[in-house]
């Protein structure tokens, strides 16, 4: 699941990992390590320590944001094996603090920092109550942050080749390479990222902050990370709201197929406004409309364009900048500026913004491993190859090379019935996995049933990338502790665009008043309604 920014994989490396670094990858990854019982390590070291606060290094950060770090293990069940350190910021509260709440603003792979310094404004109601804490999890952003350099674009680029399906042993070859690459560039985090780790990791930040329990407010991979806290620490829940509910059970090819179905809605709701307008590069004929946006995608993987600094934007780049302009109706007239500049003048400027969040010349230079990096030296493809190895880390499902290829035609005939424009994207991001060592079955088997606090989901009726379904079947899986709220509004999550959602969120989080469960909020984002909805 990706809540915000996606990056194509752009850094520049040595090609050719080995065999060698393919099997350190599978060797450090090992399936269900948390399912056997084995005698607890001592980590009594990492819970004793103490945060200690500075002004936050690196261009545009608010002078108010202070940056610290907490040491965690690489490995949870071997921890005199390494270290790494986890970067974390805050704003302080205003006034008397109760502890702090933890952000955690989607992905997987999403830096918090960085999204905090340039979004911070939307968080401080509730600084009147807490410490506004974020964090980069493992693998990410400044915290020992993955890549996999040129192997993983690649890769990217096979998964989505036409042609490469009359050939799919050719392609399972390039995913196995590209596996490699990645276990090269990325250094050991690699081998222990994923989900439960973070959680693992979210704990001792919990503990370090001096909270008794995490209060905690995550958006769409963030809910996934919340879920599995909540499964491993239930008795240190506090108050946990989860925007945009991921799921916890579909695999990722179900998943694709959903969220290639939910882009596409979003997509036919922008024609139809986009074709009111004169300004609008598809004209006013609707139905004409989403072709010419095909065409417009084939045509560019075809004779991708050549960008400013170097390397082309292809059709499948502009796939993933359109979806995620889509998350919320406030960038519609930028996304149609945006177009109106590419098919019309061939400047990929604008629709580069949204893939990339402004675009970067790639970086070289291997992460540092085990201590916070530079915000200046983080992999310009670290987002998208950390997006890639939690989602695998996460996932149990692997596919053998003989039934993937017996599979791969009627995949993508399912994945391009549920989208014409996003289906091929959506499958690149599910073959991504071929060749990655079997991801846990905790968060599928184990994170169920919860017994804690009260949590607070909030699930949006025309969210493109996290269905509203998720929500309910997510609520029922975690069982009494989950208490659901019914925002019928559209776009990507509910507590930046719809003020009633923010406002119950705020009252959870700050005074412990929830909802009753199956209440909603309008799609105007106006009054609360406490009427519950049964609908799914």
């Not at 996606?6 to 060698?20: F, N």
């Amino acid at each position: 699941m990706l809540a915000k920014l996606s990056r194509r994989p752009a850094a520049r490396r040595c090609a050719g990992a080995g065999a060698l670094a393919l099997a350190l990858l599978g060797a450090g990854l090992p399936r269900a390590a948390t399912d056997r019982p084995e005698p607890q390590p001592d980590l009594s070291r990492f819970y004793r320590q103490k945060v200690t606060w500075a002004a936050c290094k690196g261009p545009d950060m608010p002078k108010d944001l202070q940056c610290a770090k907490v040491t965690v293990p690489l490995d949870y069940a071997r921890p005199r094996a390494g270290t790494l350190d986890v970067a974390l910021a805050r704003y302080r509260a205003t006034g008397a603090s109760r502890g702090s709440v933890l952000l955690n603003f989607g992905g997987p792979g999403g830096a918090g920092i960085s999204e905090l310094a340039s979004g911070g404004k939307e968080f401080m109601d509730l600084t009147n109550g807490y410490d506004v804490v974020t964090f980069d999890p493992r693998g990410v952003g400044r915290s020992s942050p993955v890549s996999c350099g040129e192997g993983g674009d690649e890769a990217s680029d096979a998964a989505g080749d036409r042609a490469d399906l009359a050939h799919p042993q050719a392609l399972l070859t390039k995913l196995r390479t590209a596996v490699g690459e990645c276990a090269r560039n990325s250094g050991p985090v690699l081998r222990h990222i994923g989900t439960v780790n973070a959680s693992r990791d979210l704990d001792v930040i919990r503990q370090a902050l001096g909270d008794k329990k995490l209060n905690y407010l995550g958006f769409s991979y963030g809910t996934r990370l919340g879920a599995v806290y909540a499964a491993q620490f239930p008795d240190k829940v506090g108050r946990i709201a989860l925007d945009g509910v991921d799921t916890l059970t579909e695999p990722l090819s179900e998943q694709g197929v959903a969220g290639a179905q939910g882009e596409q809605t979003a997509l036919d709701d922008f024609l139809d406004w986009c074709t009111t307008d004169v300004a609008c590069p598809f004209g006013q004929d609707r139905r004409a409309a989403e072709d010419q946006v095909v065409r417009l995608v084939h045509s560019l993987d075809k004779n991708p364009v050549p960008m400013d600094f170097g390397g082309t934007f292809s059709g499948q780049d502009l796939v993933g900048a359109i979806g995620q302009a889509l998350y919320s109706k406030q960038l519609w007239p930028a996304l149609e500026r945006a177009l109106a500049s590419l098919t019309e003048d061939g400047d990929t400027r604008g629709v580069l913004n949204f893939a990339d969040g402004g675009a970067a010349p790639p970086r070289g230079g291997r992460p540092q491993d085990g201590g916070l990096v530079d915000p200046q030296n983080v992999p310009s493809d670290n987002l998208a190859s950390a997006l890639m190895a939690i989602n695998c880390a996460d996932d149990p499902d692997r596919p053998d090379a003989a039934q993937l290829t017996k599979d791969l035609r009627s995949l993508r005939s399912a994945y391009d019935e549920a989208s014409p424009v996003f289906g091929r994207y959506r499958l690149t991001q599910l073959l991504m996995c071929y060749g990655w060592p079997q991801g846990t079955d905790f968060i599928r088997d184990r994170v169920k049933d919860v017994h804690s606090a009260k949590m607070l989901l909030v699930g949006t009726r025309g969210d493109p990338a996290t269905p509203y379904r998720w929500t309910v079947e997510t609520a029922a899986r975690l069982g009494p502790s989950a208490v659901v709220l019914d925002n019928k509004g559209d776009g990507h999550t509910g507590y930046g665009s719809s003020k009633c959602v923010h406002r119950k969120v705020d009252d959870f989080l700050l005074y412990g008043t929830l909802p009753p469960s199956g209440s909603s909020c309008p799609a105007d984002g106006g009054e609360w309604s406490s009427t519950p909805n049964t609908t799914n």
